[in-house]
């Protein structure tokens, strides 16, 4: 909805963009910061923005362009400084932000404590040990990694908690007026009436035959449509677990597979356990006492507040108890013969009286029944070994200088040779050649190596092996000749003949039209392959429902005024559009309070970013800015051309 309004209107409030996301921006700049700052800097310390007393130095520039290129080579790995230069004024801008919030917020006396700080720092992931919690260990090895000081994650914290507090304050519930809504609510009413016609392209093609000097003068100005894709030749060698054989395993190591699993293959005890727990030894004794005269434990624990329900710990292995209750009475619980009382013991809890209601034991299986699954289980391990063997002995005869055929053939692996084929797997001479799909792999590696690299050993999926991959041949990217791409050549000439035709034809109606000619009229005269005229219209709010066919007229009806004319191609190259606008019927939004609610709900967002941008900018002239403009372009000099 919002972006309608944008499209329509020169006024002020109109201009309301989303000029930058200030609060998403700073709520995650201290974390951007802190992942990025560890990294080796190009530039050095000095000053290229001063606000207030802070300063944006060169290290930060080039620290927060680090950043960025990182960002940019994970889309492309080929990125350059060069290629993230445009990037710098906008940082430049961002950081002066940065420095004149975190100065105001001082003169201001705005303090951040240090528990909202330890708390932004227990909050990175990094900073958790196993347990989820956070961990003075992980902290330490967190900054060791990322060659930071405890001090420069707190004064990051700290600016970034100044910059949310203030601006989250000022760009809050930003409301827009019922007066600003209900304009831009009319215009989503107005109502548009209009006529077309269609100048359809394929009716021009008749009667159309280039001659070999055509053909040839358009190929010669077209050479990049008919440029094939680089091709490859490449060579294939799978390595995979029918390639090896794996020994049987030894006795001795089926039974010392059998021993360090015992806790898979053993017996399993659990005892059912009642366990009651009191603040003193006193009230811990009494209740032993009644148990051991001979009371129920739930009788014996019922005088100190507890319930069957409290007491109940139900069927527990060993190591769950000692989960629950600690590693002593734990080893005291399983010790004990079914009915003994156990305790008092004390935890940190309290005192722990402990009743051992029944022991269960679960019988385990022995070598003999669980052999079988052993020796499986061992030989797929030495295939598995095996298989990484081979892999290494073929890696280790290519490092030592063997072609991708010797190592192969070494080794007893299947080499197998693809036809020329495109990056994507396709062979050009025969369309009915498929890449094996389980090869696909090899489709990147492959056309990743360049011609003088060693062949590569790529990792298949599921543990389905690898694959050795080499290049044979390579062919440049490069126009097809003209005899191999002539049908093509005079398909595309004949639809560059047609569509001029049809632009001619629909130009010359436009043009009538202009002069005053009605488009009925106009169409009438231009002849055969222009549609007849057609009415259509509809209101601002429903462009966005409108069928694709008519999509691009619409948008020109709504760009017209009443009376005026203008012509637009049709997508797909079908041809041309000629669009009146007959009549414009403005709306009122006024009996229609639910719509002018909706369009101040769908400003509120950019309203609190145009807040928050009117404050930022409050607050640097507050502060006061200084640029060294040398400086910085010193600065981004040296980073594009660090060799310079």
Known sequence: MLSSFRNLSKSVVGKIVLVLFVVMIFASFALADISGVGGSSLGGGGALVKTGDEAVSERDFTTGMERILATARQQNPEASYATVARNAPELISQLTDDAAV???????????????IDAEIASLPQTRGLDGKFSQAAYEQFLSQQRLTDATVRRLFEGDLARRLMLGSVAANARVPVGVATPYASMLLEQRRGELV??????????LAPTPADLQAFYTQNKQRFTVPEQRVLRIAPIGPEQVTGAAPSEREIAAYYT??????????????????????????AIVARARAGATFVAAAAPAGLSAEDISVGPQTRAQFVTLAGEPIASAAFAAAAGAIVGPSKTEFGWHVVRVDAVRGEAGRSLAEVRGEIVARLSANKKKEALLDLVAKVEEAIEGGSSIVEAAAANRLTLTETPLITGAGVDRADPAYRFPAAQSAALKSGFDLEAEDDPVVETLPGDAGYLLIGLSRMVSAAPAPLA???DRVSADWIAKQASDRARNVASGIAAKVIRGASLSDAARQAGAGVSPVQPFGARRLQLGEVPPQIAAPMQILFSLTAGKSRMIAAPQGAGFFVVRAASITPGNAATQPSLIARVQASFQEAASQEL?????????????????????????????????
Do not use: M
């Not at 360090?260 to 004794?285: C, F, H, L, M, W």
């Not at 507050?622 to 040398?630: L, T, W």
């Open 102 to 116: 975190k100065d105001f917020a001082r003169s201001t006396d705005l303090r951040i404590s240090r528990k909202l």
């Open 198 to 207: 269609f100048v359809d392209t394929a009716r021009f093609r008749a009667g």
């Open 260 to 285: 360090a699993n015992s806790a898979v293959y053993g017996g399993r005890e659990t005892r059912v356990i009642s366990q009651a727990v009191v603040p003193t030894k006193a009230a811990a004794d």
């Open 484 to 486: 191999q791409v002539r």
């Open 612 to 644: 928050a941008e009117q404050f930022l900018a409050a607050v640097r002239k507050d502060v006061g800015v200084k640029r060294d403009e040398k400086a910085i372009a010193a600065a981004r000099a040296r980073l594009v051309s660090p060799a310079s």
